[in-house]
């Protein structure tokens, strides 16, 4: 197969799912795939090895936190992104966008770009179009996103078409800048809840040729139902051959929909963020470890799960590790985490090669609900790529 490519292998007949793979130079990625987020290059508590027990398949970094710290020039000393996270499998780069816009950086947008604040130490930079992809180029990521206007929620019709328009620019001129053949630069579709602007960026971003498509301006504070009627209004206009990622979005059961729904790529620090304030997944829904009733709990968090925080630690240790501040807490509930969703994704492909997809849907969601799947109508929580 060419590099990069992807290639569909099975599909589910009932709804837009799909398994495939998404071939780099690093290797390939089975998809439907879950990406942890390593932000400035390193998946907290976890070293590559754990990731590669675990069955990640990709790591998802961050290119605004490299620029600001340490800088692209040196990573790519160091010997680039790959080097630097001590992975030798694929790796994702999200352009930055999202935290230009969400941190507390100043931002100044015009047409050219966006100018801001670092949220380090208070220093001025400027992210244009084509710096961005010079940025992610001189990083070395196979699978990378270019700059965006990533609008907030909720915000006016006249806003959101605005924005959209100026990400559409921007959209044509990261492809020009575009050279490194072995890279996958994806375009990402705005245009907030409205479904008519959802449907024209699709169009647009689609019509300017990309190889990989991602859907931005999701999961930001938006009710679910808006947020799956954004998706379904993007998915028709997409090239089905093309890969789809959906951006800052990992809650299981948004996976389980999501993939329903035709996604194929997923990234979002839910897994390792609750994990730091004692959450922990499971099937019956998110447990939180800080609770009393757990303290002298000799059952693991999960009966019926395989990992090795489950096969070798009570919940009452995880909660005393966890209240006490040692790190161990941290590390064994983030290999918990990890380890749910990324069985989760194998489980999905297999279900959707067997056939049996919406059997998994409808099973895992009837079960999960009872925990803490939240019905169409609440919320989606907003959690910083």
Sequence with gaps: MPIPSFEIT???A???????????????????AFAPVGTRGAVKALAPKDLLALGAGVIMSNAYHLAIRPGAETVAA??????????????????????VFSLETKARVDDGGVTFRSHVD?????????????????????LVMPLDVCT?????????????RLTHAWAERARRAHTRADQALYGIVQGSVFDDLRAESARVIAGLGFPAFAIGGVSVGEPKAEMWAAVDAVIP?????APRHLLGVGYPE??????????????????????RNAGALTMDGRINLRN???????????EDCGCYACRHFSRGALRHFTLAGEVLGLHLLTLHNLHFCLLLMRQIRAAIADGAFEVLRREFLARYAGGTFAPAGTAVPMVAR
């Design 152 to 164: 907030d929620y909720p915000v006016p019709r006249d806003v959101a078409e605005a924005e959209m």
């Design 14 to 32: 009932g709804t837009r799912a799909r398994a495939g793979v998404i071939h780099t130079a690093h290797g390939p990625l089975p998809t439907p």
């Design 237 to 241: 206009h997409l090239p089905d051959a």
């Design 292 to 302: 009393a009733i757990h303290a002298r709990q000799p059952g693991p968090i999960a």
């Design 122 to 142: 208070g220093s001025t930079h400027r992210f244009s179009p084509e710096s961005v992809i010079s940025l992610q180029e001189a990083l070395g990521a196979d």
């Design 78 to 99: 160091l010997g680039g992104l790959h080097r630097l996270a001590g992975w030798d499998g694929p790796m994702m780069t999200d352009s930055g966008g999202f935290q």
């Design 10 to 12: 099975d599909r589910d």
């Design 254 to 275: 948004d996976l389980v929909e999501g993939v329903a729904r035709g996604i194929d790529t997923f990234d979002c620090v839910m897994p390792t963020r609750i994990a």
